[in-house]
């Protein structure tokens, strides 16, 4: 059987783990998956992806800078991708309507509670960010119904918002946008999805919100511990992951969507931490 073309489009691209990971994911599986990177011209993501699925193309992961735009493009989205406001995977339906949907949320919770045995139920958590990245996982957070979830951000003006659009999602979580100065109390998790660390800087928490039971994920990964692990674990957490099985989790979802069958991330998540 020949081969289905599949690729990340980014810019850059070229330091993507995602062709690695559906490599590891085709082969485990056996599904004819040829899978590859492309970098889009930064003004013309759109061209880039007509001309991918013109020449058959079957699937695309999406990535900085273009998830926004992959979320305008398309004529179809997923209930997830709706409201996370971005995609990071298109594909084309049976009447050939592009379709954009988000896993990134996903990816997160079933990192934290299937990888990570962590109940984000009747917990109270701290989500630091309110950019992209965040309004990409809340709703899949919320939907494990915490006891609160606290958006914390430098701009609070920007958590009050994602409060404001996730409000009727919240059912009975306590839901609350702050500044990073403001939370005292410790937090059962605490997840940062700031990009602070890529300019060298900490969100300027209290130490207080670091109990000796505090669970730390920083969705950024890193193949040491990241700033803001490292930050946690000078503070008094015991207990930190960072984003590579989110990373891989998404991906997993991603190709589930697609081929219809759900590979194994622990190999491969294995695999990416021992290279
Ligand atoms: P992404 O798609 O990664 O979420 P983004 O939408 O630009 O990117 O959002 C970046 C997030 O990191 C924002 O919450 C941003 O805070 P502001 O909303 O106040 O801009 C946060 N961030 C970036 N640099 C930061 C820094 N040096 N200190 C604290 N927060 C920072």
Redesign the pocket.
């Known amino acids: 059987m020949h081969n289905e073309l599949y690729a990340v489009v980014g810019h850059p691209i070229s330091h993507s783990k995602s062709p690695r990971i559906h490599s590891l994911f085709a082969s485990e599986t056996g599904e004819p998956v040829e899978y590859t990177a492309i970098q889009a011209p930064l003004d013309d993501f759109t061209g880039t992806v007509e001309h991918f699925f013109e020449r058959g193309g079957k699937g695309l992961n999406v990535t900085?800078p273009f998830?926004e735009q992959a979320w305008h493009l398309a004529g179809h989205r997923t209930v997830r991708a709706q409201k996370a406001g971005?995609a990071n995977t298109l594909y084309l339906d049976q009447e050939g309507v592009l379709v954009a949907d988000n896993t990134d949320g996903v990816g997160l919770v079933r990192d934290l509670c299937r990888n990570h045995g962590v109940r984000l139920a009747d917990a109270r958590v701290l989500v630091?960010?309110?950019?992209?990245?965040?309004?990409?996982v809340l709703g899949p957070l919320l939907a494990e119904q915490p006891a609160s979830l606290t958006i914390a951000?430098?701009?609070v003006i920007?958590?009050e918002a994602l409060v404001d659009l996730f409000a009727e999602d919240a059912g009975t979580t306590r839901l609350e946008a702050c500044g990073?100065e403001q939370p005292e109390a410790a937090f059962d998790v605490i997840i940062n999805?700031?990009?602070?660390s890529?300019?060298?800087?900490?969100?300027?928490l209290r130490d207080s919100v670091i109990g000796p039971d505090t669970v730390v994920y920083d969705m950024m990964y890193s193949l040491t511990t990241t700033t803001f692990n490292q930050w946690a674990l000078d503070h008094g957490a015991t207990t930190v992951f960072d984003g590579l099985g989110m990373l891989v989790e998404q991906a997993a979802e991603s190709f589930q969507a697609w081929r219809g069958v759900r590979p194994q991330t622990a190999p491969v998540i294995h695999e990416l931490r021992t290279d």
């Open positions: 900085v998830k971005a630091l960010g309110a950019g992209g990245a965040v309004r990409g951000n430098r701009t920007k958590a990073f999805g700031t990009s602070a890529l300019q060298g800087d900490l969100p300027p």
